[in-house]
């Protein structure tokens, strides 16, 4: 399966998983906006996944091809504060901290073209 990258405004039509983990040290070090597409994208079923980040704080969310996002969740802190990543606010439930957890459903998705409920959820 061919996967298209594209990080910070760089483009690769078909990434190899050492570019995709050149993306994935931007990612932990800086302000990012990173997706992994699946070229054709599918008729059904995930097309991408999307990352960004900012100050250790990451939101990933899978692209699906009949337009309903599946996204990161945890349990957020009662009256726990929006997050900004990117100019936008996000619910803290929907971001992790967790950089190790972002690797493995980025890894997992560049090899298999999904990510198992159980990395989406903390």
Known sequence: MDMRLHCNGKIIKRAT???V?????????GE?????DIMPSPENGPSGLEVQSEDGNYMPVIGM???YPRDYYNVPVA??????ILGYS????SITRDYERIVSIVKEFFETGDVS???LKE
């Not at 983990?21 to 070090?29: M, P, T, Y």
């Not at 990012?32 to 992994?36: D, M, P, Q, R």
């Open 65 to 67: 091809a009949s337009g």
């Open 117 to 119: 409920p159980e990395l």
């Open 21 to 29: 983990q050149a993306a994935l040290d931007e990612i932990r070090d």
């Open 17 to 19: 998983w050492d570019d």
């Open 32 to 36: 990012v906006f990173f997706t992994l």
């Open 79 to 84: 009256g726990g504060e929006m997050i900004d």
């Open 90 to 93: 996000y619910d803290p439930g």
